[in-house]
Protein backbone atom coordinates (compact mmCIF):
# COMPACT_ATOMS: atom_id res chain seq x y z
CA UNK A 1 0.00 0.00 0.00
CA UNK A 2 2.00 3.17 -0.90
CA UNK A 3 -0.01 5.65 0.74
CA UNK A 4 0.06 9.11 -0.42
CA UNK A 5 2.96 9.10 -3.34
CA UNK A 6 4.48 13.09 -3.81
CA UNK A 7 6.28 14.36 -6.61
CA UNK A 8 9.05 15.71 -7.37
CA UNK A 9 11.11 15.20 -3.97
CA UNK A 10 13.10 18.13 -5.05
CA UNK A 11 12.71 21.02 -7.54
CA UNK A 12 14.76 24.47 -7.85
CA UNK A 13 12.95 26.62 -9.97
CA UNK A 14 13.59 30.09 -11.41
CA UNK A 15 11.51 33.07 -10.32
CA UNK A 16 8.60 33.34 -12.75
CA UNK A 17 8.62 29.75 -13.94
CA UNK A 18 5.39 27.42 -13.32
CA UNK A 19 5.15 24.16 -12.34
CA UNK A 20 3.26 21.54 -11.03
CA UNK A 21 3.78 19.13 -7.68
CA UNK A 22 1.87 15.87 -8.27
CA UNK A 23 0.04 14.23 -5.11
CA UNK A 24 -1.81 10.56 -5.71
CA UNK A 25 -3.42 8.43 -3.31
CA UNK A 26 -4.12 5.19 -3.53
CA UNK A 27 -6.39 4.60 0.04
CA UNK A 28 -9.95 6.38 -1.50
CA UNK A 29 -9.65 9.18 0.87
CA UNK A 30 -12.39 11.54 0.12
CA UNK A 31 -10.29 14.49 1.78
CA UNK A 32 -6.48 15.66 0.65
CA UNK A 33 -4.88 18.68 1.25
CA UNK A 34 -1.82 20.59 0.59
CA UNK A 35 -0.06 22.17 3.45
CA UNK A 36 3.78 24.22 3.52
CA UNK A 37 6.30 23.84 6.18
CA UNK A 38 8.74 26.80 7.25
CA UNK A 39 11.10 27.10 10.11
CA UNK A 40 9.08 28.44 12.65
CA UNK A 41 5.78 28.83 11.22
CA UNK A 42 4.36 24.93 11.11
CA UNK A 43 2.13 23.25 8.62
CA UNK A 44 -0.18 25.95 7.06
CA UNK A 45 -3.14 24.99 4.48
CA UNK A 46 -2.88 25.85 1.08
CA UNK A 47 -5.66 23.91 -0.07
CA UNK A 48 -7.63 21.49 0.80
CA UNK A 49 -10.88 19.03 -1.22
CA UNK A 50 -13.71 17.50 0.32
CA UNK A 51 -14.19 15.14 -3.23
CA UNK A 52 -13.66 14.79 -6.75
CA UNK A 53 -14.59 18.84 -7.96
CA UNK A 54 -14.84 20.32 -4.82
CA UNK A 55 -12.09 22.12 -4.28
CA UNK A 56 -11.52 25.20 -1.23
CA UNK A 57 -9.01 27.71 0.17
CA UNK A 58 -6.33 27.21 3.12
CA UNK A 59 -4.91 30.10 5.18
CA UNK A 60 -2.71 30.57 2.65
CA UNK A 61 -3.53 30.12 -0.80
CA UNK A 62 -2.11 33.15 -3.26
CA UNK A 63 -0.11 32.32 -5.81
CA UNK A 64 -0.94 28.38 -5.86
CA UNK A 65 -4.27 26.57 -7.60
CA UNK A 66 -5.38 23.32 -7.37
CA UNK A 67 -8.16 20.78 -8.76
CA UNK A 68 -9.82 17.48 -8.24
CA UNK A 69 -10.54 15.31 -10.93
CA UNK A 70 -10.32 12.30 -9.57
CA UNK A 71 -10.31 10.60 -5.96
CA UNK A 72 -7.06 9.64 -6.61
CA UNK A 73 -4.98 13.07 -7.27
CA UNK A 74 -4.83 16.26 -6.14
CA UNK A 75 -1.61 18.23 -7.67
CA UNK A 76 -0.68 21.97 -6.48
CA UNK A 77 0.09 24.17 -8.93
CA UNK A 78 2.50 27.49 -8.63
CA UNK A 79 1.73 29.93 -11.19
CA UNK A 80 4.74 32.37 -11.03
CA UNK A 81 6.87 31.06 -8.66
CA UNK A 82 8.11 33.46 -6.14
CA UNK A 83 11.35 33.20 -3.77
CA UNK A 84 8.80 33.57 -0.87
CA UNK A 85 7.33 30.38 -2.23
CA UNK A 86 10.78 28.38 -1.29
CA UNK A 87 9.52 25.80 1.35
CA UNK A 88 8.79 22.08 1.96
CA UNK A 89 5.22 20.84 0.67
CA UNK A 90 2.96 18.14 1.95
CA UNK A 91 0.14 16.58 0.28
CA UNK A 92 -2.00 14.71 2.85
CA UNK A 93 -5.14 12.75 2.87
CA UNK A 94 -7.52 11.36 5.33
CA UNK A 95 -11.16 9.44 4.96
CA UNK A 96 -14.54 11.66 5.11
CA UNK A 97 -15.11 10.27 8.25
CA UNK A 98 -11.79 9.72 10.00
CA UNK A 99 -9.34 12.09 11.78
CA UNK A 100 -6.15 10.75 11.12
CA UNK A 101 -4.40 12.53 8.39
CA UNK A 102 -2.26 10.86 6.26
CA UNK A 103 0.91 12.78 4.92
CA UNK A 104 3.02 12.14 1.71
CA UNK A 105 6.94 12.55 2.22
CA UNK A 106 7.44 16.27 0.91
CA UNK A 107 8.69 18.02 -1.61
CA UNK A 108 11.33 20.31 -1.27
CA UNK A 109 10.82 23.73 -3.19
CA UNK A 110 13.86 26.07 -3.85
CA UNK A 111 12.94 29.27 -6.30
CA UNK A 112 15.93 31.33 -6.65
CA UNK B 1 -8.47 32.76 15.96
CA UNK B 2 -7.53 29.32 17.10
CA UNK B 3 -4.35 28.81 17.50
CA UNK B 4 -2.10 26.35 18.70
CA UNK B 5 1.44 26.83 21.18
CA UNK B 6 3.97 24.20 21.77
CA UNK B 7 7.04 25.27 22.86
CA UNK B 8 9.59 25.83 20.28
CA UNK B 9 13.05 25.20 21.95
CA UNK B 10 14.68 21.70 21.83
CA UNK B 11 13.68 19.02 24.38
CA UNK B 12 17.23 17.33 25.58
CA UNK B 13 16.23 14.40 27.88
CA UNK B 14 18.64 10.90 29.21
CA UNK B 15 17.77 7.78 27.64
CA UNK B 16 15.42 6.02 29.76
CA UNK B 17 13.60 9.29 31.15
CA UNK B 18 10.12 10.48 31.02
CA UNK B 19 9.94 13.33 28.52
CA UNK B 20 6.80 15.12 28.82
CA UNK B 21 6.01 17.95 26.02
CA UNK B 22 3.26 20.40 25.84
CA UNK B 23 0.55 21.39 23.70
CA UNK B 24 -1.32 25.00 24.52
CA UNK B 25 -4.81 25.94 22.58
CA UNK B 26 -6.24 29.30 22.90
CA UNK B 27 -9.28 30.80 21.99
CA UNK B 28 -11.40 27.57 20.95
CA UNK B 29 -12.23 24.24 22.85
CA UNK B 30 -11.56 21.97 20.17
CA UNK B 31 -13.40 18.51 19.66
CA UNK B 32 -10.32 16.64 19.94
CA UNK B 33 -6.68 17.17 19.91
CA UNK B 34 -3.90 14.60 17.76
CA UNK B 35 -0.52 14.14 18.16
CA UNK B 36 1.96 13.31 15.03
CA UNK B 37 5.87 12.33 15.10
CA UNK B 38 8.32 14.15 12.37
CA UNK B 39 11.24 12.55 11.44
CA UNK B 40 14.32 14.73 9.47
CA UNK B 41 13.53 15.07 5.58
CA UNK B 42 9.58 12.81 5.90
CA UNK B 43 6.30 13.81 6.51
CA UNK B 44 4.17 13.99 9.96
CA UNK B 45 2.86 10.36 11.25
CA UNK B 46 0.08 10.10 13.15
CA UNK B 47 0.35 9.15 16.78
CA UNK B 48 -2.35 9.57 19.24
CA UNK B 49 -6.20 10.82 19.31
CA UNK B 50 -7.67 12.31 22.66
CA UNK B 51 -11.13 13.61 22.78
CA UNK B 52 -12.61 16.01 25.14
CA UNK B 53 -14.38 14.08 27.20
CA UNK B 54 -11.06 11.87 27.96
CA UNK B 55 -8.69 13.19 30.31
CA UNK B 56 -5.81 10.27 29.67
CA UNK B 57 -5.08 8.29 26.33
CA UNK B 58 -2.31 5.40 26.16
CA UNK B 59 -0.36 3.48 23.95
CA UNK B 60 2.65 1.04 24.69
CA UNK B 61 5.11 4.26 26.15
CA UNK B 62 3.21 7.16 25.09
CA UNK B 63 0.60 8.58 26.80
CA UNK B 64 -1.60 12.03 26.55
CA UNK B 65 -3.44 13.67 28.43
CA UNK B 66 -6.01 16.62 27.83
CA UNK B 67 -7.26 19.00 30.34
CA UNK B 68 -9.87 21.36 29.12
CA UNK B 69 -10.07 23.29 32.49
CA UNK B 70 -5.90 24.69 31.54
CA UNK B 71 -6.60 24.33 27.80
CA UNK B 72 -3.38 21.79 27.87
CA UNK B 73 -2.06 18.52 26.11
CA UNK B 74 1.19 17.06 27.69
CA UNK B 75 2.44 13.90 25.38
CA UNK B 76 4.64 11.84 27.41
CA UNK B 77 7.27 9.02 26.45
CA UNK B 78 8.13 7.00 28.96
CA UNK B 79 11.56 4.69 29.16
CA UNK B 80 12.59 7.56 26.53
CA UNK B 81 15.46 5.73 23.77
CA UNK B 82 17.37 7.36 21.25
CA UNK B 83 14.98 6.44 18.57
CA UNK B 84 12.24 8.36 20.08
CA UNK B 85 14.18 11.73 19.07
CA UNK B 86 12.39 13.13 16.47
CA UNK B 87 10.35 16.55 16.27
CA UNK B 88 6.55 16.23 17.83
CA UNK B 89 3.21 17.97 16.19
CA UNK B 90 0.00 18.73 18.22
CA UNK B 91 -2.92 19.32 15.90
CA UNK B 92 -6.41 20.53 17.22
CA UNK B 93 -9.38 20.31 14.72
CA UNK B 94 -11.22 23.59 13.71
CA UNK B 95 -14.48 24.51 13.65
CA UNK B 96 -16.27 24.63 10.35
CA UNK B 97 -17.76 21.61 8.08
CA UNK B 98 -14.39 20.51 6.09
CA UNK B 99 -12.97 20.32 10.02
CA UNK B 100 -9.76 21.73 9.20
CA UNK B 101 -6.64 20.90 11.36
CA UNK B 102 -4.29 23.32 12.87
CA UNK B 103 -0.77 22.74 13.69
CA UNK B 104 1.72 23.56 16.21
CA UNK B 105 5.38 24.26 15.21
CA UNK B 106 6.44 21.45 17.14
CA UNK B 107 8.96 20.43 19.56
CA UNK B 108 11.73 18.61 18.95
CA UNK B 109 13.00 15.76 21.27
CA UNK B 110 16.80 14.81 21.76
CA UNK B 111 17.08 11.34 23.51
CA UNK B 112 20.87 11.41 24.76
CA UNK B 113 22.41 8.12 25.28
Known amino acids: NAGVTQTPKFQVLKTGQSMTLQCAQD?????MSWYRQDPGMGLRLIHY???????DQGEVPNGYNVSRSTTEDFPLRLLSAAPSQTSVYFC???????????FGEGSWLTVV | SQKIEQNSEALNIQEGKTATLTCNYT??????LQWYRQDPGRGPVFLLL?????KEKRKERLKVTFDTTLKQSLFHITASQPADSATYLC????????????FGTGTKLQVIP
Open chain 1, 92 to 102: ASREGSGNTIY
Open chain 1, 27 to 31: MNHEY
Open chain 1, 49 to 55: SVGAGIT
Open chain 2, 27 to 32: NYSPAY
Open chain 2, 50 to 54: IRENE
Open chain 2, 91 to 102: AQRDSGGYQKVT
